[in-house]
């Protein structure tokens, strides 16, 4: 009785665990080629200003909104694609709090990224002949530097936010995937992103298990050329004092982080103008959490 009372156990965990499986259906089926009209070509100018000067909640749906209008016109957009993944990732981590409603987000974010991956003809049929998008990332060119990036943070936002511990077990695995995505860009782009794709890394190969690729000193190694590659993005000093220090037990180099970027004039960066606010205000808000 009590073997069968573990064997039951057991069970209940492994289906529990299997429920926990990140499963991403795969889109290509309805991407598009772009084929643009004059009034989506208008419609997209209208669309990059709105997000130009999004810097909160409202004007970042009135964004989001303009760029699905021009969707309306032409699906297969690559700018208005790529955009839409990361507005609707700053959606989700600046401007929402429910974990159901995060997930949603991030999963769209996925979704439109990999969308504009699939503009790319040979990428799009590497996928559509059983090709997982991962494995097919060496058809893709420097045209889709900013949907491979943009799958990836929405990815690993999907991690840190959305998953509990046992959901981030079951889907390590995912991370392998993002550095498929992130090697594929940091070849054909070493200067791409800012120190955001050097950060990216940084996350990846501290969460994975050193069975799976993980390595802190690359990590480590990684978080030195986010900060020399971003001299003049504030990503890289915001998430070195958000996360990398944080994760190594340094909390004094953690607060001098977060106070320069709080203190930092916004228009000397070049970082998009709706992330630099994200990264000021958040900093500005942990620091005041600490200091209660």
């Not at 409202?58 to 303009?66: K, Q, R």
């Not at 049929?125 to 799958?151: C, H, I, Q, R």
């Not at 889907?171 to 995937?177: A, E, I, P, S, T």
């Amino acid at each position: 009785m009590q073997k069968l009372a573990v064997a039951a156990t057991s069970l209940l965990i492994m289906i529990s665990l299997a429920n926990c499986s990140l499963k991403m259906q795969p889109v290509w089926q309805g991407a598009a080629q772009s084929k643009p009209t004059t009034d989506s070509l208008r419609r997209l100018r209208v669309a990059k200003a709105l997000f130009a000067n999004a810097g909160d909640s409202n004007s970042l749906n009135i964004s989001i909104e303009a760029f699905e209008s021009v969707l309306d016109e032409d699906p297969g957009d690559y700018e208005a694609l790529a955009l839409l993944s990361t507005q609707y990732i700053l959606l989700g981590t600046a401007y929402t709090e429910n974990r159901g409603d995060k997930s949603k987000l991030f999963r769209k974010a996925m979704k439109y990224a990999e969308l504009a991956m699939y503009t790319n003809l040979a990428f799009k049929n590497k996928v559509a002949n059983g090709t997982a998008p991962w494995d097919a990332a060496d058809a893709l060119g420097v045209k889709e530097l900013s949907a491979m990036y943009f799958w990836v943070i929405a990815l690993q936002y999907e991690f840190k936010e959305v998953m509990s511990l046992p959901e981030k077990i079951v889907n390590v695995g995912w991370l392998q995937k993002g550095l498929v995505f992130l090697n594929r860009i940091e070849n054909l782009d070493p200067d791409f992103g800012g120190g955001g794709v050097e950060f990216c890394k940084v996350i990846c190969y501290y969460a994975l298990p050193e069975f799976k690729g993980g390595s802190p000193k690359k990590g480590d190694e990684y978080m030195r050329k986010a900060v020399t590659k971003g001299s003049h993005w504030l990503l890289p000093i915001w998430a070195r004092g958000k996360y990398y220090y944080v994760i190594k037990n340094e909390p004094e180099k953690s607060r001098l982080d977060l106070q320069w970027v709080a203190k930092q004039d916004l228009s000397k960066f070049q970082d998009p103008y709706p992330w630099r606010v994200h990264f000021q205000r958040d900093a500005q808000e942990l620091l005041r959490k600490a200091n209660q």
